[in-house]
C-alpha cells in the first residue's frame, strides 16, 4: 500500500514538473528567424525593413536582406542595420557598408558589413583586406 502511495506522489510530482516546464517555455520568446531563408537570427548581422504598413521584415544578413529588397522596395519606409562594434540599429541610410573577408553569416557567406562611424569601418578595411561599397539598400 505505501509504494502505491509513493507511486501516486511521484507521478502527481511529475505531472506537475512537467506542466511547469511547459509552461515556462511558452514564457520564453521564440528566436527571430530571418523572413528570407528561415535562419536563425543573430542580432550583430541582422537587417530590419519596416513597411508602410507598419509591419517589419527581419532578417539574418545583409545578403538575405538584399534578395529581398527588389521585390518589397515600392514597400518599404525604412531600412535598418546593426553597427558592428556597438551592436546598436541605426539607419541604413547613416551607415558606412564595406565587404571584407570576414565572414559573419556562413550559410549565406556574407562577407558585408555595416558600421556607424566611418573610422571603425576605416579600421576594418585595413585590417581584413576589405572595400567600400555602396548602401545595397537605395
Not at 528570407?36 to 517589419?56: N, S
Not at 557567406?109 to 566611418?118: A, E, L, M, P, Q
Request: aromatic content about 12%; glycine content about 6%.
Amino acid at each position: 500500500m505505501i509504494k502505491n502511495k509513493n507511486r501516486i506522489i511521484f507521478i502527481f510530482i511529475a505531472i506537475i514538473f512537467s506542466f511547469a516546464i511547459g509552461c515556462e517555455r511558452e514564457k520564453k520568446p521564440l528566436t527571430d528567424r530571418c523572413d528570407y531563408d528561415g535562419t536563425k537570427i543573430v542580432p550583430l548581422y541582422a537587417v530590419y525593413f519596416t513597411l508602410q504598413d507598419g509591419t517589419e521584415k527581419k532578417y539574418c544578413s545583409i545578403v538575405c536582406a538584399s534578395m529581398s529588397f527588389q521585390e518589397l522596395k515600392g514597400r518599404i519606409k525604412e531600412v535598418v542595420v546593426v553597427d558592428e562594434p556597438s551592436g546598436k540599429k541605426i539607419n541604413a541610410s547613416d551607415a558606412f557598408f564595406l565587404e571584407s573577408e570576414v565572414v559573419t553569416v556562413p550559410h549565406v557567406s556574407n562577407r558585408i558589413h555595416t558600421f556607424g562611424n566611418k573610422e571603425d569601418a576605416a579600421k576594418h578595411v585595413q585590417r581584413f583586406n576589405g572595400r567600400w561599397v555602396e548602401n545595397p539598400f537605395r
